[in-house]
């Protein structure tokens, strides 16, 4: 192995290890309770994070803050959130928790990930309103109708690693005209990404006004306090640790 590629590795793992560290510290401070944002007051368990380097951005209400500031806006206009990837609850139980919507459906795919969900949701006290399925295909539009779920009070949001493009068919996306959608994008993660990611977005328009929303600026002069902590681990806390910059498309009904 060439040194330079040593000395990345060495420093990648150290940034990795650093950001749990700092997470760790911040999460024992405020006892889980995220302190900012829409999320304000939820516990987040340092078992229930699948990335606990994220933690310290999930207390602040730094970590996707842009999926947050939409979500902040059509909270007001929307009842149920459908959560495709609800991986440990931030979103599809804390959302439901702290009132920003009166239920949500939770698809996830990994059985372990249910097992947590229903935990999660029972420590919440939220459990009756927490449906918690498998994972989504392009039908799951009609299994949201035979549940009883109106697709026009629905926001919908998915994080599922490159399994949108097989999910958000055409047939799909007509199925869910009235509904507000925000989809994480992952074509760096699938053969053909390019070309994938303008299908989609071709698809998206036709019954969407669609946005691509890129990861942007984080404002730490607002948080007291983080005013003390060095340069290195405040600007730690902004990292998601992601392979390249995140973008997501919202979509709004026309």
Not at 187 to 193: C, E, N, P, R, W
Request: charged share 25%; glycine share 8%.
């Amino acid at each position: 192995m060439k040194t330079e590629d040593l000395v990345s590795d060495i420093t990648a793992h150290a940034v990795a290890v650093r950001r749990i560290l700092v997470s760790r510290f911040f999460h024992e401070r405020f006892a889980g309770v995220i302190q900012r944002g829409i999320l304000e007051g939820y516990k987040l368990e340092e078992d229930s994070s699948w990335a606990p380097g994220d933690l310290a951005g999930q207390l602040f209400g730094l970590y996707e803050q842009e999926v947050l500031s939409i979500i902040e806006d059509v909270r007001t206009r929307r009842h149920t959130l459908v959560n495709l990837g609800a991986a440990d609850g931030y979103y599809g139980v804390g959302l439901v928790a702290t009132g920003s919507f009166g239920q949500s459906v939770c698809y996830e795919l990994s059985e372990a990930g249910r097992e947590h969900l229903k935990r999660v949701a029972e420590r919440n006290k939220v459990t009756e309103l927490v449906q918690i399925l498998g994972g989504a295909g392009p039908d799951f539009p009609r299994e949201l109708h035979h549940r009883n779920v109106p697709i026009e009070q629905c926001l919908i949001l998915s994080d599922v690693e490159g399994a949108e493009f097989d999910i958000f068919t055409p047939e799909c996306l007509n199925a869910l005209k009235g509904a507000e959608i925000i989809i994480e994008l992952h074509d760096f993660l699938v053969d053909d990404g390019e070309t994938r990611r303008k299908t989609l977005l071709a698809a998206a328009e036709a019954n969407f006004e669609a946005t691509v929303v890129r990861m942007g600026a984080r404002d730490l002069s607002v948080i007291p306090e983080l005013a003390g902590l060095n340069d290195s681990d405040r600007w730690l806390i902004c990292s998601e640790g992601r392979a390249q910059l995140m973008s997501w498309l919202h979509l709004r009904p026309r």
